[in-house]
């Protein structure tokens, strides 16, 4: 049974431990020190607490634990460190402990950034381990430092760690609800290159400025496959615009025309770029180019998976709401899905990703990681006792 003091402790822990996007930035990059030492002094400790046979880490402070005989035949339990929203709290590292009822919560919660995104999440995760019994199979526990919204740190630790399992679960807030699937991203970085010119003798030079909003323009009639039943539909939205240099009355050298194509499941990405190249306008005197950026791959999992169904139970059998659903966003359980590993995403906290809620205080009930943390242990029991028939 989880232990609500010792989840709360650790939960409080992990919340005081600064390991948000600093502010004006948009990533962390691998090996960032404050992340590191996050991992190497608060992170790791927890993980070891829990009696794991092996552990293995790579530069980037990246973790893989691993329990039991065969932990590959079991769970890979995928917990994340980087937090990247409610970038606007006063007191982000606060970890204070309060009354939830003025957020919409019950009981006991805990403030500080990331209380609904990951620490919440991985605080029931670790729970979930404490005492677990003798298994069949195994457990790996996967703790993830990557913090440029990419599969690279899940690429660091199923190809380079070598964790494995027979199915996965990615430690983010669903309110307790269980994802299954979800569409995925891939940037396309479109360059129109001219030529740069005093603002007050344009001719001198060749404006990429409306090629650029050509470029844009011409998006919508990029040619896109048929809605998902339950995903819906792919798209093609610019996200970003860049302008090089800038400078005083200078008519830049090259403008960038950052798109957003999110993909289903069974898209190649490959024949995505080209399409958004087909589309692209020709113009003498001027280079444009469409080259594919960071990649987060479609995530699909049959809800009726074992896994999937022990981990709703888990949560009914709690007297809460629990039950299946496709998120809208892209995150990481596209990568394991496409390594063979069906991978779903759970955990406490209702997450908001419109408005002031993305940026305002973050809280998690402790009772909704409780709940988390048992259904979690339920789903790895459930099929460690099915390894068993």
């Known amino acids: 049974m989880a232990d609500p003091a010792r989840l709360e402790a650790t939960l409080v822990r992990l919340l005081r431990t600064p390991t948000g996007v600093p502010p004006g930035r948009t990533e962390v990059a691998p090996g960032d020190p404050a992340i590191a030492a996050a991992v190497a002094d608060v992170i790791r400790p927890l993980v070891e607490e829990l009696g794991p046979e092996r552990v293995d880490a790579d530069a980037g402070g990246n973790l893989v634990a691993r329990f039991g005989p065969n932990p590959g035949a079991g769970a890979l339990l995928l917990v994340y460190v980087v937090s990247q929203h409610a970038n606007e709290m006063a007191e982000p590292h606060a970890g204070r402990v309060l009354d939830g009822a003025s957020y919409g919560l019950a009981g006991r919660s805990v403030l500080g950034q990331g209380a609904t995104q990951n620490k919440g ?89 409306p090629m650029a909003a050509e470029v844009v323009g011409r ?35 090259r403008v960038e025309v950052v798109v957003d194509r999110r993909l289903l499941p069974g898209e190649d990405p490959e024949v995505a770029v080209a399409a958004i190249r087909d589309a692209l306008p020709r113009a003498e005197g001027m280079e444009l180019r469409a080259e594919p950026g960071a990649l987060m791959w479609p995530a699909a999992v049959d809800p009726g998976h074992p896994a999937v169904q022990a981990l709703v139970r888990g949560v009914r059998a709690a007297g809460r709401a629990s039950g299946t ?15 063979g590993i069906p991978t779903v995403m759970f955990g406490p906290g209702r997450r908001r990703f419109g408005g002031e809620g993305l940026l305002a205080e973050d809280v998690v009930a402790v009772d909704d990681c409780v709940v988390a943390a048992e259904a979690i242990r339920n789903a790895i029991l459930d099929w460690d006792g099915r390894a068993g028939v």
């Open 219 to 253: 998006l919508a009639a990029v040619g896109l496959p048929q809605p998902h039943p339950e995903l819906g539909a792919a798209s093609v939205t610019p996200y970003q615009l860049r302008c090089d240099p800038v400078a005083p009355h200078t008519i830049p050298r």
């Open 121 to 209: 999440p991985m605080a029931a995760t670790l729970e979930a381990l404490h005492d677990l019994p003798d298994l069949r199979t195994g457990v790996t526990l996967a703790v993830n430092t990557e913090g440029r919204s990419s599969h690279g740190g899940a690429k660091a630790l199923i190809d380079g760690l070598g964790a494995r399992g027979a199915w996965g679960l990615v430690a983010v807030g669903t309110d307790l609800w269980v994802s299954v699937g979800n569409r995925g991203r891939l940037d396309v970085r479109i360059e129109v290159v001219g030529e740069s010119a005093h603002s007050s003798q344009p001719w001198l030079g060749t404006n990429p400025i």
């Open 325 to 339: 659903f496709y998120s809208r966003n892209a995150f990481d359980a596209g990568f394991p899905c496409r390594a």
